[in-house]
C-alpha cells in the first residue's frame, strides 16, 4: 500500500522498447501508476507489448498529458531525477536516502520524474520539483538507459516498503502541488505589483522563492495562511489606492 499513490512521470519518452521494459520492472516492484508527458512513441506498439510481457495493463492504463504540471496534479511530494541541476542551491541526492521520503504519506499522491533519454529534464521541468536523485554511475560511462534508471529507482522504493509499511504515517499532510503552484502564481503576481519583482527577471527570482519553500516542506494549512496573508496586503494595497483617490 506504500507504494499506492506514487506515479512513475515519463517525459516525451522516444523509444517504445525502453517504455514496454519500464512497465514491465515497475510490475516486478508493485507499482502501477505510469503517466506519459508528451510521449514521442507508441506506448501500445508491438515493440512495447512484447517488451512489457506480462505487465502489458500498465501500458493500457498509462495516463497521457501534455505537461508536466498536469502529470503533477495533486502530488503533495515530487522528486526529479537529473545529471545536473544548475546553480541551484539544492543538492543532488543519493536514490536510497532519499527516495523513502516519498513514501512517507501512504497513499498520498507523489511523483517521480524522469527526463528525455537524449537530454533529460529542462530547467523550467527541474523547478517543479521539490528534490532531485542522481544515480552514481562509472566516470568511464555516465550515461544511464532510461529503463534501467527507472528500475534501479523502483527496486529502492520497494525495499523501504517493508519498513514504511510498519511505520506510523505523520499526523500532518504536506500540501499537494497545485496548491503550492497557485501561492507561487498569486505571490509573484503580487511581487510584480508593487514592484518588488520586474517582468524580465521574474523567473530567475521566483526560482530562488521556489527553492526556499520546497525545503521548507510546505503542509496544505501553512500554503492556505500564506495566501491569505497575500490576499491581505493585496487588500490593503487597493484600499490605499482607493484612500488616496478619495
Given at each position: 500500500?506504500?507504494?499506492?499513490?506514487?506515479?512513475?512521470?515519463?517525459?516525451?519518452p522516444a523509444g517504445e522498447l525502453n517504455v514496454g521494459a519500464i512497465a514491465r520492472v515497475m510490475k516486478n516492484f508493485g507499482l502501477?501508476?505510469?503517466?506519459?508527458?508528451?510521449?514521442?512513441?507508441?506506448?501500445?506498439?508491438?515493440?512495447?507489448?512484447?517488451?512489457?510481457?506480462?505487465?502489458?495493463?500498465?501500458?493500457?492504463?498509462?495516463?497521457?498529458?501534455?505537461?508536466?504540471?498536469?502529470?503533477?496534479?495533486?502530488?503533495?511530494?515530487?522528486?526529479?531525477t537529473a545529471g545536473r541541476v544548475p546553480s541551484w542551491d539544492t543538492p543532488l541526492e543519493n536514490p536510497r536516502t532519499t527516495l523513502p521520503w516519498l513514501l512517507e504519506e501512504p497513499e498520498q499522491p507523489v511523483a517521480l520524474i524522469f527526463g528525455r533519454e537524449d537530454r533529460g529534464l529542462s530547467n523550467e521541468e527541474l523547478n517543479l520539483a521539490q528534490r532531485f536523485v542522481h544515480i552514481p554511475t562509472?566516470?568511464?560511462?555516465?550515461?544511464?538507459?532510461?529503463?534501467?534508471?527507472?528500475?534501479?529507482?523502483?527496486?529502492?522504493?520497494?525495499?523501504y516498503t517493508k519498513i514504511s509499511e510498519t511505520s506510523t504515517p505523520p499526523t500532518t499532510a504536506p500540501a499537494p502541488f497545485d496548491a503550492v503552484e497557485a501561492y507561487y502564481q498569486q505571490l509573484e503576481s503580487l511581487l510584480l505589483e508593487i514592484g518588488y519583482l520586474y517582468p524580465h527577471t521574474a523567473a530567475s527570482r521566483m526560482e530562488k522563492f521556489r527553492q526556499l519553500y520546497n525545503r521548507a516542506r510546505l503542509q496544505t494549512t501553512e500554503v492556505a495562511m500564506l495566501?491569505?496573508?497575500?490576499?491581505?496586503?493585496?487588500?490593503?494595497?487597493?484600499?490605499?489606492?482607493?484612500?488616496?483617490?478619495?
Open positions: 500500500m506504500a507504494l499506492a499513490g506514487l506515479r512513475i512521470v515519463l517525459v516525451e502501477n501508476q505510469l503517466v506519459l508527458v508528451n510521449p514521442q512513441c507508441d506506448p501500445l506498439s508491438i515493440e512495447a507489448l512484447r517488451m512489457a510481457v506480462h505487465a502489458k495493463e500498465i501500458l493500457a492504463s498509462a495516463v497521457t498529458v501534455a505537461t508536466l504540471p498536469a502529470a503533477l496534479q495533486g502530488c503533495v511530494k515530487v522528486v526529479a562509472s566516470e568511464n560511462y555516465l550515461s544511464l538507459n532510461l529503463a534501467t534508471a527507472v528500475g534501479i529507482c523502483c527496486y529502492e522504493l520497494a525495499q495566501r491569505g496573508i497575500l490576499q491581505q496586503v493585496k487588500w490593503a494595497l487597493k484600499n490605499h489606492k482607493d484612500h488616496d483617490l478619495g
